[in-house]
């Protein structure tokens, strides 16, 4: 059989398989979840929809989220095991994503990895559970057992911290869980599609997703991009600090993306997620802050690099509304995998449904015609 070869390097522009959970327009800056324009339905869904919504292609009625909320938080609770490995991780302060990946595999002590609708229950359950416990534990304290009465949003705050959060709190992390909670099929996603589409089985799908987002090339960076606003300080330092960074070569974090050739439309979520959680607040100073400097970078990104149009883009904002939350920049990714576990479960389910074995070719650059010289010869 003789095949067309079209080398596309990280099969750029290659479709893989089809899919009905997101629809990424980088021309257009559009991302479309499920049907629902994301600016539509992050604000306003709470992630337990969003899960729902991605595996079922519908939004729950008031009492099939009711259930599913109690069946979620019915999973929450580690196996003693893995609690011991994540003591064992913290003894080493191994850093959370390598902790997340430790104990997710071992989360087929609660649910039988062949059964993917439970194994897939049984991981959105607890991710936030681990993450939290780790984090906890990593920095000298005791674990918060998960509370069944809080929703997803609100528990992992409270297990994070000790305290019950507040509705402005639930609500800003509700919609950044939402906003990153899918996005096509990004490395981590083809991942975890390429790992079920042998038959195997979902949880090892999305430990091997984890280990893809550990990656800092795919998984982003939105703590540098705090980072930068804080040491740029003050409105007035930002245009200076941004043309000395440009003109050292340097990246601006936050800015610029491989798919969207215009702004990231999550962007713009996030961005008013924060303007409602930070405008009464007393970090509107902060706040105000960042879109000086946004502003400023937009603007000198077109002087310097005219015609790339590098707009902003999702660890921007991700950065000020985690921040503004009270997470560390440490279990920044983390807290993306506590979502994006909800896209990785939707497609692996559906790819189990009606996917194939995800089997490219690779183009063979070496060498030819070799003979085999024996070891005393060579």
Not at 125 to 130: H, P, R, S
Not at 150 to 169: I, T, V
Not at 302 to 321: D, I, M
């Amino acid at each position: 059989m003789v095949l067309d070869k079209i080398n596309r390097p990280g099969l750029q522009g290659v479709i893989a398989a089809q899919t009905r959970l997101s629809r990424v327009d980088g021309q257009a800056g559009e991302l479309i979840i499920a049907g629902y324009r994301v600016d539509e339905i992050a604000p306003r869904a709470t992630f337990e929809e969003m899960v729902y919504l991605l595996w079922h292609d519908r939004l729950p009625t008031e009492k099939e989220l009711a259930g599913f909320q109690v069946e979620l938080a019915g999973l929450r609770t580690l196996p003693p095991v893995a609690m011991q490995a994540l003591k064992q991780a913290a003894e080493k302060k191994l850093p959370v994503m390598d902790a997340l990946r430790m104990a997710a595999g071992l989360l087929s002590l609660n649910a039988d990895p062949e059964d993917a609708p439970a194994a897939s229950r049984a991981l959105v359950a607890a991710f936030a559970t681990i993450v939290a416990a780790y984090w906890r534990t990593l920095n000298g304290d005791k674990p918060v057992e998960p509370n069944p009465e809080l929703s997803h949003a609100a528990n992992y705050l409270y297990m994070l911290d000790g305290e019950a959060p507040s509705e402005g709190r639930v609500r800003a992390l509700d919609t950044y869980l939402n906003t990153v909670i899918d996005h096509g099929f990004n490395a981590s996603t083809f991942t975890a599609r390429t790992i079920v589409s042998t038959q195997s089985d979902i949880i090892s799908g999305v430990v091997g997703a984890i280990g893809a987002l550990k990656g800092p090339i795919h998984g982003g960076a939105p703590g540098p991009a705090l980072d930068m606003v804080f040491e740029i300080g003050t409105a007035e330092n930002a245009e200076p600090w941004l043309r000395n960074a440009l003109e050292a070569g340097e990246r601006l974090m936050g800015f610029g993306h491989r798919v969207y050739k215009v702004r990231d439309p999550r962007a713009d979520v996030l961005n008013g997620a924060a303007a409602e959680f930070f405008q009464d607040g007393d970090q509107s100073d902060l706040y105000a802050l960042v879109r000086h400097v946004e502003k400023e970078a937009i603007r000198l990104l077109e002087e310097y690099k005219p015609g790339r149009n590098l707009q902003t883009n999702v660890e921007f904002y991700t950065a000020l509304v985690l921040h503004g939350i009270g997470l560390k920049t440490d279990i920044f990714a983390p807290t993306f995998a506590v979502s994006r576990v909800g896209g990785w479960t939707a497609h692996a389910l559906e790819h189990l449904a009606e996917g194939r074995l995800i089997r490219p070719l690779a183009d063979y650059a070496g060498a030819n015609g070799r003979k085999w010289v024996s070891i005393e010869e060579r």
